[in-house]
């Protein structure tokens, strides 16, 4: 076990949800930080999670899904969790395809410009 740090300067908020770490592009996005953070022992709470939906009568900016802590001590532990996941390649790569030369994301089997099956291989 990680020795606990108690913050006894802070005080608790109301409703535990005491402060902003990640604002996410979007739900897919929010829900692997979540679990990254939750599979890292942190309490976390997403907010606006299901206001993606509401694109286009919401301005821009005001939806995005935003992770919350709800314990302050884990502040730091959950900042280097989600460094960590920023510094990481993308789980999806780029496939090129061979016949026509466009670029599929790495999730694509067939490209998306001519029809031929993609490579595994970049
Ligand atoms: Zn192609």
New binding site residues.
């Given amino acids: 076990m990680r020795p606990f740090i108690i913050p006894l300067l802070l005080r608790a908020c109301d409703d535990g949800v005491v402060k902003r770490i990640y604002t996410a592009a979007n739900l897919a996005d929010a829900h692997l930080v979540r679990d990254l953070l939750q599979h890292a022992g942190i309490a976390v709470h997403i907010f606006n999670e299901y206001a993606m939906a509401a694109l286009g009568d919401v301005p821009m900016g005001s939806s995005y899904p935003q992770i919350w802590i709800s314990q302050l001590h884990q502040e730091q532990h959950a900042r280097a969790v989600i460094a960590d996941y920023e510094q990481r390649p993308a789980q999806t790569a780029i496939k090129n395809?061979?016949?026509?030369?466009?670029t599929?994301p790495g999730e694509f089997e067939l490209?998306?410009?001519?029809?031929?099956p993609?490579a595994n291989t970049t």
């Fill in positions: 395809c061979l016949p026509c030369g466009e599929n490209c998306w410009n001519c029809g031929e993609l």
